[in-house]
């Protein structure tokens, strides 16, 4: 019999470039890329970074109401968004600004929805991928439901690589306390549907750390629901992007889902709204940012010989990518609240149409009375 004691089993970690810049091995992968798809990755890694940083310092400007930084998590997210094909689907949260860069969204739109002027913006249909989940781990039955959907349309293990298809759903460490992604996790292994779990082990679930929602680490909970785990180091964009490119392609072949725990480290605040010195201290911080995944990239890439001028152009790329954002987002239209009752049913109700009018001639005499005034 088991006890509260009984020392908790290590789990292999996958790496293959440690925080100094230097490349591990692993037997089960490897990254086989050039010097140039590196500094691909890093060009993803450095921009995701820009935008997450300005967009933060537009909601501390007021002109976004909220913001949820990625500060730290980018290699996971970029890692694993570069390992999808064009026709792979992506379901992202909230965070996953790194997928949205690397599906080839404007990321411009991301600030639409955190001012609350908009919803996305983009047509789901076009990059890959879904509008950002709010509601926590629900995505991931989304991602069971099309996986499934996948493998009913025979687009799954035909050998043609143009025609099989997977896809990945997004989810930190405090969705897995949702009965939602035991759920997805349970359906999609008995079904064995085309999906790839990936969980961005940031540590904490807003306030409250890992270690209070489970006692093993949550890649084991796949072999309880019957499908194959791997753990990675989530600031590791290399061993994201082998670990993820080989999950997919298993789920392409017909083999079934996957459930991968990328362990990141939220480095800045859960939401703009948040203050993470209330509940983490700043030795645990520190700690992880001697592993930030930009920096273990770049001394890689020194070591073997990127020139500086590189690193100079990728600068004044960024400021550019800057400077766009923040005008971007001062031009953003004030949405018409009246067009909110268009999207509430597939054909309007009478109820809905009436509360609508009731909407439109408030808002009107607010603005005649602004005029007159």
Known sequence: MSSSTD??????????????????????????????????LYRDLVMTRRVDTEAYALQRHGELGLWPPALGQEAAQIGSARALRDHDFAFPTYRDHGVAWCRGVDPTLLLGIFRGADLGGWDPADHGLALPNIIIGAQTLHATGYAMALSLEGLVGTGDPDRDSAVIAYFGDGAT????????????????????????????????PVASQTRVPIVQRAAGFGLPGVRVDGNDVLACLAVTRRALQRAR?????????????????????????????AAEVDGWKAKDPLDRVRRLLVAEGTTDQFFADLEDEADALGLRLRTACQQIPEPDLAELFDHVFVESTVENRQQQAEHVAWRDSIEGSVVAS
Do not use: K
Request: negative net charge; charged residues 25%; contains cysteine.
């Open 177 to 208: 306390s949702q009965g939602d992604v035991s759920e997805a996790l349970d359906w999609a292994a008995v079904h064995q549907s085309p999906v790839v779990f990936f969980c961005e082990n940031n540590h904490y679930a807003i306030s409250v």
């Open 7 to 40: 020392p908790i089993p290590e789990v292999p970690l996958v790496q293959l470039l440690a925080p100094s810049g230097e490349r591990m091995t692993d037997p089960q992968h490897s990254f086989d890329g050039d010097r140039a798809e590196i500094e691909a």
């Open 253 to 281: 072949d017909g083999e079934g889902p996957t459930l991968i725990e990328a362990v990141t480290y939220r480095m800045g605040a859960h939401t703009t709204s948040d203050d993470p010195s209330r509940y983490r201290d």
